[in-house]
């Protein structure tokens, strides 16, 4: 059976805990503290009853006879203790005090309190940050970057919010020890007769919070939607005008916030029902007690009218610790939603992971070999199907074929953005699983078919994640790459601000974007996909010159559509549903009658 929501809450809050390495003395602190503000609390309402008994009776003298006051009263010089009227202000002086003292240390436990959960909260997030960086790129393809922001933003906030509220559920129970031992002090007997009602109003509230719980979960997944849907909307508003789509995507919008809202309601029915329904179950509660007093008081020797006018006093206030006691549960069971997708990033299922070796890849030697290569993406459709395709160092291996061949895959796998099969590629002869991901990617550069460019300097958009580059070295990438008109053109050059929200580059400027920090990279693996397809043919063949120039002494992998690009290349492998079915120079292939030449003929005007 699965866990009721709040337990699993609750589960799910000391494994994040423990997880995060809190360290004890972040919840040792404002323990203590809470601690010493109950005893204060407790010893104020103690303090009440000789100062209203003394008060009514204008007599002070049974002081002495109480057990720890009584002493310490005596040792205060007699102007403080000599008189009834003396005493009568020490008494409240001392009450006062005591009071002061309990709300400094509410305080300080508050502040603690601050501290740990805002410690706690940016280290969990710190923590999903890294785990969302380690997990594959099949992961990604299959789940929405709008579920993820809201879970790493959102959800860990709400989810942690038992955690962030927990010095109200401290002072609740410590106060609530407190009271109840004074009033055990003043009449056990009636103190032992109003804990099983204190045990109804935890019970009586039970059906409400298992349906926030439910709702609590159905709230998450709709937040998840909705934030989908925003991100979603705003990274394709030129589609969306494009099919002059506003008034769907309206429509859209509308459905899920107002299902939503449907649920927030609900929720809402729920939740502010529990605090009335505590209440009245309370007041009900006081008022058994209360007659039960006077039957005790009128049959007498059951302590003092003061003593049960404090006595009363303090059962209201038990109960309301009570009910700020078990609202721990409401907040538990809002909180189980949110919790259960921050949990979900820490467990292990499902993500994809690439494997890391732990062999250093030390560059390319020989050759890299693709044999026998199987893959899939979905686990239904191969998209490579027994692929043998041998790429050598220092040479230019061009690969082509048609759309969907799976020619981007070949790559995706090399630089292990997937994982492939063992035993079905290798490096030198070791299988490329073997390496480090990290040593083996030090290796290579990509240009691949998609652009990305942070929203960030151009000069840190080409240098990214790159340290220590001269601006002599930067500079010549940037004319390798052909990029130094556009730089001259940016209003502030290097410095302009691309990427989101920054200048606009074309598509064929970003491609040169991407050659540039690329060539930058200065890896002994180049690999280009597609990576000039933007380009008019000048400054493609331009680009290709200086392409030419830096792979001279490299590996390069090309991958073109155009084959007037891939003309000089060592060695051209033609990729056919999956698999190689031609490889040679380009004068081997032309004089093949296949599929090449087919390619090529058609081309040949173009
Ligand atoms: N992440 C993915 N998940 C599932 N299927 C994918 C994924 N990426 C690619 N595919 C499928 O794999 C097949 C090969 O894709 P790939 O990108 O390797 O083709 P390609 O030869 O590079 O084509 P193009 O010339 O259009 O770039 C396609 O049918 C594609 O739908
Ligand atoms: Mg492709």
Redesign the pocket.
């Known amino acids: 059976m699965a866990l009721r929501g709040e337990w699993s809450a609750f589960r799910h809050l000391v494994f994040l805990l423990r997880r995060i390495r809190v360290r004890p003395i972040h919840l040792i602190v404002p323990l203590g503290l809470s601690m010493g503000a109950a005893f204060f609390e407790g010893a104020g309402m103690g303090l009440l009853i000789p100062l209203l008994n003394g008060f009514l009776s204008k007599d002070f003298s049974f002081l002495k006879d109480i057990p720890v006051l009584g002493t310490a009263l005596t040792r205060l010089p007699p102007l403080l203790v000599g008189s009834d009227r003396a005493l009568f202000a020490t008494l409240l002086g001392l009450f006062v005090v005591v009071i002061l003292l309990k709300n400094v240390l509410r305080y300080l436990t508050s502040i603690a309190v601050s501290y740990f959960s805002v410690r706690f909260l940016f280290h969990l997030r710190r923590q999903m940050f890294a785990r969302y960086l380690s997990f594959g790129?099949?992961f990604f393809?299959r789940t929405s970057a709008g579920h993820h922001a809201n879970v790493l933003y959102e959800s860990s906030f709400l989810g942690i919010q038992p955690l962030m509220e927990m010095d109200r559920y401290m002072n609740a129970l410590f106060s609530l020890v407190s009271y109840l031992a004074i009033m055990a002090a003043i009449s056990w007997k009636l103190t032992l007769f109003a804990l099983p009602i204190f045990a109804l109003l935890y019970f009586s509230v039970r059906k409400l919070v298992d349906k926030l719980g439910k709702l609590s979960q159905d709230l998450a997944a709709k937040r998840g939607e909705l934030n989908q849907k925003i991100m979603e909307i705003f990274s394709t508003i030129p589609l969306v005008r494009a099919f002059a789509a506003e008034d769907l995507e309206k429509k859209r919008f509308a459905l899920i916030g107002e299902e939503k809202a449907r649920i927030d309601m609900s929720m809402s029915v729920v939740q502010n029902a529990v605090g009335p329904f505590q209440e009245m179950i309370t007041l009900f509660a006081a008022l058994l007690l209360f007659s039960t007093m006077l039957y005790l008081l009128v049959r007498g020797g059951a302590g003092t009218p003061p003593a049960f006018i404090v006595y009363f006093y303090m059962v209201i206030n038990v109960s309301n610790r009570f009910g700020t006691l078990s609202s721990i549960r409401t907040s538990l069971a809002n909180a189980s939603g949110p919790l259960d997708s921050v949990i979900a990033v820490f467990e292990d299922g499902d993500k994809h992971v690439i494997p890391s070796g732990d062999k250093e890849c030390t560059g390319l030697h020989e050759a890299i070999r693709f044999r026998d290569l199987r893959f899939s993406?979905?686990g239904d459709?191969d998209?490579?199907r027994g692929l043998d395709l041998t790429i050598e160092r220092g040479k230019m291996t061009a690969i082509v074929?048609?759309?969907?061949?799976?020619?981007?895959?070949?790559?995706?796998l090399l630089m292990r953005f997937?994982d492939c099969p063992p035993g079905t590629l290798f490096l030198d002869g070791t299988d490329i699983r073997a390496f480090r991901t990290d040593s083996l990617l030090r290796h290579l550069a990509l240009v691949s078919?998609e652009t990305y460019l942070f929203h960030d300097t151009l000069r840190n958009n080409i240098a990214y994640a790159m340290d220590d580059v001269s601006e002599e070295r930067l500079r010549e990438a940037v004319r390798q790459a052909r990029l130094e008109d556009v730089v001259s053109r940016l209003p502030k050059g290097l410095e302009t601000l691309v990427g989101d929200r920054g200048m606009k580059l074309s598509g064929g400027e970003r491609q040169r974007v991407s050659i540039a920090r690329a060539l930058l990279k200065g890896a002994d693996i180049l690999i280009l996909?597609?990576a000039t397809s933007s380009l008019d043919s000048r400054t493609e063949k331009l680009i290709q010159e200086a392409i030419d120039d830096v792979i001279r002494d490299k590996t390069a992998i090309v991958?073109a559509?155009r084959l007037s690009t891939i003309r000089h290349a060592d060695k051209i492998a033609v990729?056919e549903d999956?698999r190689c079915t031609e490889e040679g120079a380009l004068a081997d292939l032309l004089a093949k009658d296949g599929t090449f030449r087919m390619l090529w003929e058609e081309q040949k005007f173009t």
């Open positions: 790129r099949l393809d993406y979905t459709r998209v490579l074929g048609p759309t969907g061949a799976g020619k981007s895959t070949i790559i995706h997937y078919q996909d597609e991958i559509h990729i999956g």
